[in-house]
């Protein structure tokens, strides 16, 4: 991974700076909160002192976008390879064309033999 995005990432891990929280209502009175806003890469918006909504700058957004795409990455590759080293040998048995077709159909024909067994009662 990229520093440049783990240092971005890091802005909103660790949280809000001073001055960066913005009252809901001071969005509507006046633009003094850009002047906030620009000096911070990320500001908190309060509605009565309770958390309304977190603003970040659109390089911070992206970070935070990619980094999760990295994670999900990572997820991904580290549940296929738990996968392949949970099974055997003999379950990695690789067949292609009418290898697969027969057994396929020789499933089919046991799994019918059992059903078939259930509804008449046999079994």
């Known amino acids: 991974m990229a ?10 891990l660790g949280g ?4 960066s929280h913005i009252g809901i209502t001071d969005l509507q009175r006046s633009t003094d909160w850009r ?3 620009a000096a911070s890469k ?7 002192n309770q958390p309304f909504a977190v603003m970040l700058k659109p390089e911070i957004f992206d ?3 990619k980094y999760i795409a990295v994670l999900e ?7 296929v390879e738990v996968l392949f080293t949970q099974r055997t040998e003999e379950r990695m048995n690789w067949t292609t064309g009418d290898d697969l077709k ?3 159909q020789e ?8 059903i078939r067994g259930l509804l008449d009662g046999d079994q």
């Open 3 to 12: 520093t440049d995005l783990l240092k971005d990432v890091d802005v909103v």
């Open 16 to 19: 809000f700076e001073l001055g």
């Open 35 to 37: 002047q906030r806003f």
């Open 42 to 48: 990320m500001v908190e918006i309060l509605d009565r």
């Open 63 to 65: 970070a935070v976008r």
């Open 73 to 79: 990455r990572q997820l991904e590759e580290l549940q």
């Open 102 to 104: 027969q057994k396929a």
């Open 107 to 114: 499933s089919f024909r046991y799994r019918k033999e059992l």
